[in-house]
């Protein structure tokens, strides 16, 4: 059962776009999320992060966007830049972000094209 | 201040072999969470250990195993293994209190032949 999902495996965007990446959850016990990006051959790195409370948390070119009666939420990259391109991966967990367990979703492949 | 570090970074094992994975926190961190990460299945989470102690575990059957030292270093043991043990291991720390991010290392490939 696929808690967390991200139904897009890849995402191509011309550079100083904004790339939109999606992310949906079914467990309504989840109240903190966050977005890490992965290179190959790296572990993921953390992006930004949302607690429920929020709708909206900004950071630089990164905005996550938390919609709770859809059970959705949005990362979005503006400008988009060549060194955006790697998988980026939404995950959740509980008790507003202290639980031990991310769970995260499948991934989307990023790729910003020049 | 120094990352996460797992080690080793690749390694090959044979069916029905066993494993040790080691993970060293960030200094200071003493929450450290095992993930494993394979094509079909995403990052999964296997346990979680804080002061030596298990505090969370996932959906993985009891070969997956692993301890806790009193420095915080943590290894994950891997028992009669399985070609589809086959993936990326990774290790997260956590600073203990308010909402914080995991941070992960490198990770371990491991691939069983």
């Known amino acids: 059962d696929q808690q967390v999902k991200q139904n897009s495996p890849s995402l191509s965007v011309q550079e100083g776009r904004i790339s939109i990446l999606n992310c949906d959850y079914t467990?309504?016990?989840?109240?903190?999320f966050l977005w890490y990006k992965k290179y190959p051959a790296e572990g993921p790195t953390f992006l930004i992060s949302?607690?429920?409370?929020?709708d909206k948390n900004e950071d630089g070119r990164f905005t996550v966007f938390l919609n709770k009666s859809a059970k959705h939420l949005s990362l979005h990259i503006v400008p988009s830049q060549p060194g955006d391109s790697a998988v980026y991966f939404c995950?959740?967990?509980?008790?507003?972000?202290?639980?031990?367990?991310?769970?995260f979703g499948t991934g989307t492949r990023l790729q910003v094209t020049l | 201040k120094a990352g996460v570090t797992q080690t080793p970074r690749y390694l090959i094992k044979t069916r029905g072999q066993q494993v040790t994975l080691s993970c060293s926190p960030i200094?200071?961190?003493?929450?450290v969470s095992w993930y494993q990460q394979t094509p079909g299945q995403g990052l999964q989470f296997l346990f979680e250990?804080?002061?030596?102690?298990?505090?969370n575990k996932g959906n993985f059957p009891g070969r997956f195993s692993g301890r806790q030292f009193s420095n915080s270093r943590s290894e994950m043991n891997v028992s009669t293994l399985e070609l589809g043990d086959s993936a990326l291991y990774l290790c997260?720390?956590?600073?203990?209190?308010?909402?914080?991010?995991?941070?992960f290392g490198q990770g371990t490939r491991l691939t069983v032949v």
């Open positions: 467990n309504s016990m989840f109240d903190y």
């Open positions: 949302i607690s429920s409370i929020k």
């Open positions: 997260a720390s956590r600073a203990q209190g308010s909402p914080t991010e995991a941070f």
């Open positions: 250990y804080f002061s030596e102690t298990q505090r």
């Open positions: 995950a959740a967990t509980g008790n507003t972000g202290t639980a031990s367990k991310l769970t």
């Open positions: 200094s200071g961190h003493r929450s």
